[in-house]
Protein backbone atom coordinates (compact mmCIF):
# COMPACT_ATOMS: atom_id res chain seq x y z
CA UNK A 1 0.00 0.00 0.00
CA UNK A 2 1.34 3.34 -0.25
CA UNK A 3 3.19 4.81 2.40
CA UNK A 4 4.45 8.74 2.86
CA UNK A 5 6.76 9.26 5.15
CA UNK A 6 7.96 12.71 6.85
CA UNK A 7 10.13 12.89 9.48
CA UNK A 8 8.43 12.77 13.31
CA UNK A 9 11.13 14.63 14.87
CA UNK A 10 10.86 17.78 15.15
CA UNK A 11 12.95 20.58 13.14
CA UNK A 12 14.97 22.96 15.00
CA UNK A 13 16.56 25.92 13.10
CA UNK A 14 17.60 29.82 13.80
CA UNK A 15 15.81 32.51 12.61
CA UNK A 16 17.31 33.51 9.37
CA UNK A 17 18.45 30.07 7.96
CA UNK A 18 16.76 27.83 5.56
CA UNK A 19 14.16 25.29 7.10
CA UNK A 20 14.12 22.62 4.82
CA UNK A 21 11.45 19.63 5.18
CA UNK A 22 11.43 16.39 3.32
CA UNK A 23 8.42 14.19 2.00
CA UNK A 24 9.38 10.56 1.11
CA UNK A 25 6.68 8.45 -0.36
CA UNK A 26 6.45 4.50 -2.12
CA UNK A 27 4.32 2.56 -4.06
CA UNK A 28 2.49 5.42 -6.04
CA UNK A 29 2.98 8.06 -8.16
CA UNK A 30 1.12 10.59 -7.11
CA UNK A 31 -0.75 13.80 -10.11
CA UNK A 32 1.01 16.30 -7.99
CA UNK A 33 1.75 16.69 -4.23
CA UNK A 34 0.56 19.45 -1.91
CA UNK A 35 1.49 21.02 0.81
CA UNK A 36 -0.09 22.44 3.70
CA UNK A 37 0.78 24.53 7.25
CA UNK A 38 -1.24 23.77 10.25
CA UNK A 39 -1.01 25.56 13.92
CA UNK A 40 -1.73 24.20 16.97
CA UNK A 41 -5.75 24.07 17.36
CA UNK A 42 -6.63 25.32 13.62
CA UNK A 43 -6.92 23.00 10.84
CA UNK A 44 -4.60 22.70 7.87
CA UNK A 45 -3.94 25.72 5.61
CA UNK A 46 -3.07 24.94 1.88
CA UNK A 47 0.65 26.38 1.05
CA UNK A 48 1.67 25.02 -2.46
CA UNK A 49 0.91 22.34 -5.05
CA UNK A 50 3.39 20.71 -7.49
CA UNK A 51 2.18 18.94 -10.43
CA UNK A 52 4.08 15.52 -11.59
CA UNK A 53 5.61 17.26 -14.84
CA UNK A 54 7.21 20.16 -12.17
CA UNK A 55 10.39 20.41 -10.88
CA UNK A 56 10.35 23.03 -8.67
CA UNK A 57 7.59 25.93 -7.23
CA UNK A 58 8.28 29.11 -5.44
CA UNK A 59 5.96 31.33 -3.54
CA UNK A 60 7.31 34.29 -1.74
CA UNK A 61 9.99 32.16 0.75
CA UNK A 62 8.55 29.10 -0.08
CA UNK A 63 9.82 26.48 -2.24
CA UNK A 64 8.99 23.45 -3.28
CA UNK A 65 10.87 20.45 -5.46
CA UNK A 66 9.24 17.33 -6.70
CA UNK A 67 11.62 14.77 -7.85
CA UNK A 68 9.35 11.73 -9.24
CA UNK A 69 12.33 9.70 -9.45
CA UNK A 70 13.47 9.85 -6.04
CA UNK A 71 9.66 9.76 -4.82
CA UNK A 72 10.55 12.72 -2.84
CA UNK A 73 9.53 16.39 -2.52
CA UNK A 74 11.22 19.02 -0.55
CA UNK A 75 9.96 21.91 1.12
CA UNK A 76 12.16 25.23 1.70
CA UNK A 77 11.57 28.17 3.88
CA UNK A 78 14.11 30.46 2.99
CA UNK A 79 14.91 33.01 5.52
CA UNK A 80 12.73 31.37 8.63
CA UNK A 81 11.00 33.31 11.57
CA UNK A 82 9.65 32.49 14.26
CA UNK A 83 6.18 32.86 12.72
CA UNK A 84 7.23 30.26 10.56
CA UNK A 85 7.02 27.87 13.75
CA UNK A 86 3.91 25.08 12.81
CA UNK A 87 3.60 21.70 11.51
CA UNK A 88 3.79 21.44 8.07
CA UNK A 89 1.98 18.07 6.23
CA UNK A 90 2.00 17.26 2.82
CA UNK A 91 -0.15 15.41 0.55
CA UNK A 92 0.29 13.23 -2.23
CA UNK A 93 -2.67 13.91 -5.01
CA UNK A 94 -4.25 11.08 -6.44
CA UNK A 95 -4.65 9.93 -9.93
CA UNK A 96 -8.00 9.05 -11.77
CA UNK A 97 -10.93 9.66 -10.40
CA UNK A 98 -10.27 9.99 -6.88
CA UNK A 99 -10.50 13.23 -5.62
CA UNK A 100 -8.93 12.48 -2.23
CA UNK A 101 -5.30 13.57 -1.26
CA UNK A 102 -3.15 11.54 1.06
CA UNK A 103 -1.95 13.05 4.02
CA UNK A 104 1.61 12.33 5.68
CA UNK A 105 1.44 12.84 9.97
CA UNK A 106 3.57 16.60 9.22
CA UNK A 107 6.55 17.68 10.69
CA UNK A 108 7.10 20.25 13.38
CA UNK A 109 9.45 23.28 12.65
CA UNK A 110 10.08 25.01 15.25
CA UNK A 111 12.62 28.26 14.88
CA UNK A 112 14.52 30.10 17.22
CA UNK A 113 14.72 33.96 17.85
CA UNK B 1 -14.16 36.35 4.30
CA UNK B 2 -15.92 34.07 5.79
CA UNK B 3 -14.01 30.52 5.80
CA UNK B 4 -15.91 27.15 6.69
CA UNK B 5 -16.67 26.62 10.33
CA UNK B 6 -17.25 23.64 12.52
CA UNK B 7 -19.38 23.61 15.54
CA UNK B 8 -19.15 22.81 18.54
CA UNK B 9 -15.56 23.18 19.02
CA UNK B 10 -15.10 20.73 21.37
CA UNK B 11 -17.53 18.11 22.92
CA UNK B 12 -17.17 15.80 25.61
CA UNK B 13 -19.28 12.58 25.95
CA UNK B 14 -19.79 9.84 27.21
CA UNK B 15 -19.14 5.95 25.94
CA UNK B 16 -22.52 4.69 23.84
CA UNK B 17 -23.88 8.12 23.50
CA UNK B 18 -24.61 9.32 20.18
CA UNK B 19 -22.65 12.69 18.78
CA UNK B 20 -23.55 15.09 15.94
CA UNK B 21 -20.64 17.27 14.45
CA UNK B 22 -21.25 20.20 12.25
CA UNK B 23 -19.65 21.68 8.72
CA UNK B 24 -20.46 24.71 7.97
CA UNK B 25 -18.60 25.18 4.12
CA UNK B 26 -17.60 28.21 2.19
CA UNK B 27 -20.74 29.01 0.37
CA UNK B 28 -20.44 28.38 -3.07
CA UNK B 29 -18.23 25.00 -2.57
CA UNK B 30 -19.41 21.95 -4.32
CA UNK B 31 -16.86 19.56 -2.62
CA UNK B 32 -17.06 18.65 1.14
CA UNK B 33 -14.67 16.51 2.75
CA UNK B 34 -14.54 14.91 6.41
CA UNK B 35 -11.02 13.53 8.10
CA UNK B 36 -9.95 12.62 11.50
CA UNK B 37 -6.91 13.28 13.17
CA UNK B 38 -5.69 11.74 15.84
CA UNK B 39 -2.57 13.07 18.39
CA UNK B 40 0.29 12.37 16.16
CA UNK B 41 -1.59 10.50 13.46
CA UNK B 42 -1.54 12.43 9.86
CA UNK B 43 -5.24 13.52 8.26
CA UNK B 44 -7.76 10.11 7.76
CA UNK B 45 -9.89 10.95 4.88
CA UNK B 46 -13.61 9.46 6.33
CA UNK B 47 -16.11 10.75 3.20
CA UNK B 48 -16.19 12.98 0.21
CA UNK B 49 -19.68 14.98 -0.96
CA UNK B 50 -19.92 16.16 -4.38
CA UNK B 51 -23.42 18.51 -3.86
CA UNK B 52 -25.17 16.51 -1.73
CA UNK B 53 -24.09 12.89 -3.00
CA UNK B 54 -21.77 11.11 -1.34
CA UNK B 55 -19.51 9.25 -3.83
CA UNK B 56 -16.39 8.14 -1.61
CA UNK B 57 -17.78 7.26 1.72
CA UNK B 58 -14.89 4.33 1.90
CA UNK B 59 -12.80 6.01 4.79
CA UNK B 60 -16.20 5.50 7.63
CA UNK B 61 -14.42 3.13 9.64
CA UNK B 62 -17.38 1.63 10.46
CA UNK B 63 -21.30 1.64 10.23
CA UNK B 64 -21.71 3.71 13.42
CA UNK B 65 -20.13 6.37 11.10
CA UNK B 66 -22.46 8.38 8.81
CA UNK B 67 -22.80 11.69 7.41
CA UNK B 68 -25.17 13.89 5.20
CA UNK B 69 -25.07 16.71 3.18
CA UNK B 70 -28.45 18.94 2.71
CA UNK B 71 -28.91 21.87 -0.32
CA UNK B 72 -24.96 21.40 -1.07
CA UNK B 73 -23.94 23.18 2.41
CA UNK B 74 -24.20 21.87 5.74
CA UNK B 75 -22.79 18.70 6.35
CA UNK B 76 -23.14 16.96 9.81
CA UNK B 77 -21.11 13.62 10.96
CA UNK B 78 -22.91 11.40 13.02
CA UNK B 79 -20.97 8.59 15.39
CA UNK B 80 -23.51 6.46 16.58
CA UNK B 81 -22.57 4.53 20.18
CA UNK B 82 -19.87 6.52 20.75
CA UNK B 83 -16.48 4.85 21.52
CA UNK B 84 -13.08 5.90 22.99
CA UNK B 85 -11.15 5.29 19.76
CA UNK B 86 -13.46 7.49 18.49
CA UNK B 87 -11.75 10.55 20.33
CA UNK B 88 -9.89 12.59 17.88
CA UNK B 89 -10.09 16.08 16.23
CA UNK B 90 -12.70 16.29 13.30
CA UNK B 91 -12.03 18.16 10.35
CA UNK B 92 -13.96 19.55 8.02
CA UNK B 93 -12.68 20.89 4.61
CA UNK B 94 -14.29 22.22 1.61
CA UNK B 95 -13.09 23.38 -2.48
CA UNK B 96 -14.36 24.77 -5.19
CA UNK B 97 -15.08 22.25 -7.17
CA UNK B 98 -13.56 18.74 -6.05
CA UNK B 99 -11.58 18.42 -8.78
CA UNK B 100 -8.15 17.10 -9.10
CA UNK B 101 -5.44 20.07 -7.85
CA UNK B 102 -8.13 21.97 -6.70
CA UNK B 103 -6.85 23.03 -2.45
CA UNK B 104 -8.80 22.48 0.27
CA UNK B 105 -10.25 25.31 2.74
CA UNK B 106 -9.96 23.79 6.44
CA UNK B 107 -12.42 24.58 9.17
CA UNK B 108 -11.10 24.54 12.88
CA UNK B 109 -12.10 21.27 13.75
CA UNK B 110 -13.90 19.61 16.33
CA UNK B 111 -12.50 18.17 19.07
CA UNK B 112 -14.15 14.90 20.19
CA UNK B 113 -13.50 13.43 23.41
CA UNK B 114 -15.25 10.03 24.50
CA UNK B 115 -14.97 9.03 28.09
Known amino acids: SQKIEQNSEALNIQEGKTATLTCNYTNYSPAYLQWYRQDPGRGPVFLLLIRENEKEKRKERLKVTFDTTLKQSLFHITASQPADSATYLC????????????FGRGTSLIVHP | GAGVSQSPSNKVTEKGKDVELRCDPISGHTALYWYRQSLGQGLEFLIY????????KSGLPSDRFSAERTGGSVSTLTIQRTQQEDSAVYLC?????????????FGPGTRLTVL
Open chain 2, 49 to 56: FQGNSAPD
Open chain 2, 93 to 105: ASSSTGGSYNEQF
Open chain 1, 91 to 102: ALGPRGGSYIPT
